[in-house]
Every structure is written in C-alpha cells, then in structure tokens.
C-alpha cells in the first residue's frame, strides 16, 4: 500500500495534464502517406533537365564507443525521396526510363541497398528488405547493393549527373563488400569523379547567389552547365523542399505542438535551484511523451553568461538562479524538425534590467513576424527585426551606430525548417506560400561588452516557427507564450517535475 500511496498523486497529475492537453497521447500521432515518396519523386522529374539523372546517398553511421553507434539518422534528400531509413545504399532517379543491359524494362527509379541479413539483424534488428522497398514504398526497383559494381550504367551518357554531396569521414567495413564506402568508391570509378563535391563548395555558391553580381551570376551558370553536378542537385532539391507539401505541414504542426508542450512544462516547472540539465530532461522528457523520436538538433538550455553563446549546448549550469535562461529546442517528428525559443527569469519574475531587453527583442520578433506574407524578399524579414533592434539600442545608448547592432544580435534573425532545423531554400529568393520560416531575434551581453555593466550576463532569444501564407504570417508556436507578464503567470503554475521551492510573490 505504501508504494501505491506513493505513486498516486504522480498519476493523478499526469491524467490532469493529459486532460489539459499539456501531454498528448503517441496512438493519435499522425504519419507521413507511403505515397508521398513516390510524389516526391515525380515533382523532382518534373523540373529535372532531359536525359539527366539524379543521385543519393544513404548517410554514413558513425562510433559512439568501440562497438557502440550514435543513433542513425538517414540523408534527408534520400527520405524525402525514397522514405527509406537504413544506411548503406544509393539512390538513382531518371529523368526518362532508362533501359540497361540485363534488365527487363526501362527503370524510372533504382536504389541499391543491403540484402536482408538474418544472423546481423538479431543484433541489430529487422531493415527495410528489397521487396518492401518495391512494393511498400513504390520505388521501381530496388537491387543487393553489391551488385552495384556490375550495373551497366554509362554516366558519360547522360547530358547532366546530379550528385548528392559525397559522404566523408567513411570507415570501409571489412565484412561487408557493398557497404557506403564501397558504394561511393564505386560511384566514383563509374563517373571518374576526381574531386568529391563538398559542402564547402555548396556554401560558394550559395554565397555568389546571394551577391547579385552579373559576373559571379556567370559564374555560377557555368557551374549549372558542369556534366557532374552538385550546385544543380542542391538547387532542384532546396526548390521542392522550400514549400511544404499538406502532408509535411502536418508533420510540422505536430513537431510543433510537442514542442510547445514541452516548453510550456519547463516554464511551469524552473526555479532557482534547478539545473539546465534538469531542464532539458523535462523538455525531453516531453517530446518523446507526445511521440517524437527525439530531438531535431541538441537542445540549448542556457543560463545567466551561456544565454551569450549562441550555440551553448553544455547545459552544465548547476543552478539558474535569478538568471535569465534561453531554452532552444526542437521535437523531431516523423523526422521533422521544430526550432522554439523562449527566455525566461529563472526566479520567475523580471528584472528592471531584463524587462527592458526583453521588451525589445520582443518587438523585433513582432515586427519581423508581422512582415510575413508570400512575395516579400526573404532578407526583408530579418531587415525589420534588425532594424527594431538597431534603433532600441540607439535609444538605450548602448550603441551610437545603427550598424553596431550586429555587435549584440551576430545572427540572422530567420531560416527555413523541415527534415532539418536548417532546412534547404533557394538563398536571394522570395518567401513563398507554405515555407515553414523561423522567426528569432537575439540580443546578447556577455560579461566585458563595451556598454553598462548593468547589462552584462544577459542573453535573450524568442523564436517562433511561422506558416507563409499569401497575405500574412500563421505563428505554429503560439501557444507557448512570449508576452513577459503571460510568461510570468506560467511560471506560477503547477506541475509535477517542480521542486518543492517557492518562487517570489507565491
């Protein structure tokens, strides 16, 4: 009877949150359609040049410890256009169907993969076989990757090779002949690739896009005109998943929402004595509560000087104290990413000090969110946050220039999200309907800044993942707060991970 008396009040506040809709049951969790692969895949032909053929490949599993992996995560252009999540394995997509010597029938679609391995797989557990891959997923044809070295492909034949960047830092596994590296290696003799495409190469010439420039503009179309390329595959494949599709949407409301409950519990739960740590496993705790497989990017939980760093991903803080703290965090789902960000005062009331930069970066957020709608340059969202941010620091004298303010916000203020939390768009364009934006500007003091001392230790972060619609912004994270006196009267509330400590005014 003890043990039940015990558990008890634990599991009447959790059917309590479950009611309120804090935590939301995985069994009513939606799913991507098998047919949206097989979609993706016709769109992709759609926009493909002729006689042209596009080429993925699975990502590369990496070592924990000896005999140990890092939890696999599959290439997101592989899933998006094959929904297949096993490593090892490349991916051939043609514009036309293309007839090869030994096949019966033209192929519109080909990946190569791991033939099932019974005595593996109790180790490892059960992969996609090649007749699911078929007729599950609809791919045309799917064939033992070790029969990759033999397929009579003729690249040279082709007018355009679009090329998947090339996996790197890849460990040949001796016991297997047609693992990733193999794959590659392959790829490259029947190519007579060279120099493997890099990200690196990617970030130029995303770079000279950005610049306008008539002679980089040349450049960059000589580079659209090259037999094996990588500039070409990363425009084509960024043009479809810029825009969400109904399905993806849906994905992302839900990564969202898990998101925002998640968040929500964190601010109902923090007080001064509890850790970052603490506070990223209720956030964690959270997401896979509500169905998500984990999370889209290492959570941020940063308090007091680490709310400074950008990319503080320590959370080793052992008391946030009356500390700011900017918690970043992302429920992956289905694998899509959310990115939320709310700051909040670890005593759960805000200082003169902290109200006052919150304020402010709080206005930037609304005006860049107010910005939002179909047709606007992309940059226009970040010039109006940034813009709201220069003239507030003006005001407060803690700059002279308009131009210092990216002194104290390094970033821009918006990205597009989806399988990743920086997922692919078409850079210098326009924002288009249904792209998935975040909105999150920054303001950031670390100890030492040439301002007041008074500011020092504050970093502040608000963002909100936002729908483009034709004539306005939809925010998908509203529903964990960002006004300071809604955040404020969160953390008032009860929840069941708070520690037994009072907070000021209760």
């Not at 043609?94 to 797989?121: C, D, S, T, W």
């Not at 006052?356 to 606007?376: N, Q, T």
Request: net charge neutral; hydrophobic share 40%; aromatic share 8%.
């Amino acid at each position: 009877m003890r043990k039940i008396s015990c558990t008890l009040p634990w599991l009447l506040l959790a059917l309590l949150m479950v009611a309120a809709g804090e935590i939301t049951s995985a069994q009513s969790n939606p799913t991507l359609p098998l047919s949206f692969f097989k979609s993706r895949r016709e769109a992709l032909r759609e926009i493909m040049p002729p006689n042209s053929v596009l080429v993925l490949f699975s990502n590369a599993e990496h070592d924990y410890t000896n005999d140990n992996a890092y939890p696999y995560h599959q290439n997101p252009d592989l899933y998006y256009f094959s929904g297949i999540k096993d490593p090892d394995a490349i991916m051939l997509i043609f514009k036309e169907p293309h007839k090869f010597m030994g096949m019966n029938r033209p192929l519109k679609e080909v990946i190569y993969m791991q033939e099932n391995n019974p005595a593996m797989e109790k180790w490892t557990g059960a992969r996609t076989t090649l007749k699911e891959a078929m007729e599950t997923y609809q791919i045309d044809t799917a064939i033992d990757a070790f029969r990759f070295r033999i397929f009579p492909i003729n690249f040279s034949s082709f007018s355009i090779v679009m090329s998947d960047l090339l996996p790197v830092d890849i460990k040949p596994d001796m016991n297997n002949r047609a693992d990733l590296f193999n794959l590659i290696s392959e790829f490259k003799v029947k190519t007579g690739i060279s120099r493997s495409p890099s990200q690196r190469d990617i970030l130029i010439s995303n770079l000279i896009i950005e610049k306008n420039n008539p002679a980089q503009k040349a450049l960059i179309d000589t580079m659209l005109k090259e037999h094996i390329n990588f500039v070409l595959f990363n425009r084509l494949t960024s043009q479809l998943r810029e825009v969400k599709t109904p399905e993806e949407l849906s994905m992302l409301k839900k990564a969202v929402d898990i998101t925002c409950s998640g968040q929500n519990e964190a601010i109902r739960s923090i007080v001064p004595s509890m850790s970052e740590l603490e506070i990223q496993g209720i956030q964690e705790y959270m997401f896979k509560k509500g169905g998500a497989a984990g999370e889209g990017f290492t959570s941020i939980i940063a308090s007091g000087n680490s709310g400074c760093i950008l990319f503080y991903t320590g959370n080793q803080g052992a008391h946030v104290g009356s500390n700011l703290v900017v918690m970043e965090t992302g429920a992956e789902y289905q694998g899509y990413t959310a990115k939320v960000t709310r700051t909040v005062p670890g005593n759960g009331k805000f200082s003169p000090v902290q109200l006052e930069l919150y304020k402010l970066v709080l206005a930037a957020h609304d005006s860049a969110i107010k910005s939002i709608r179909a047709g606007i340059p992309y940059q226009e969202v970040d010039r109006k946050g940034m813009d709201v941010l220069a003239k507030g620091l003006l005001q407060l004298g803690i700059i002279r220039d308009a131009r210092q303010v990216t002194s104290y916000c390094p970033h821009s203020i918006s990205h597009s999200i989806g399988l990743e939390v920086y997922d692919k768009y078409i850079l210098g364009g326009a924002l288009k309907k249904n792209m998935v934006i975040t909105v999150g500007p920054g303001l950031y003091f670390p100890e030492g800044s040439p301002c007041d001392k008074k500011y020092w230790g504050n970093g502040i972060r608000i963002t909100d993942d936002v729908l483009v619609l034709a004539d306005h912004g939809e925010a998908l994270s509203k529903s964990t707060p960002v006004k300071p006196e809604e955040i404020e009267s969160l953390m008032r509330g009860n929840s069941i991970f708070k520690p037994k400590t009072s907070l000021p005014g209760k």
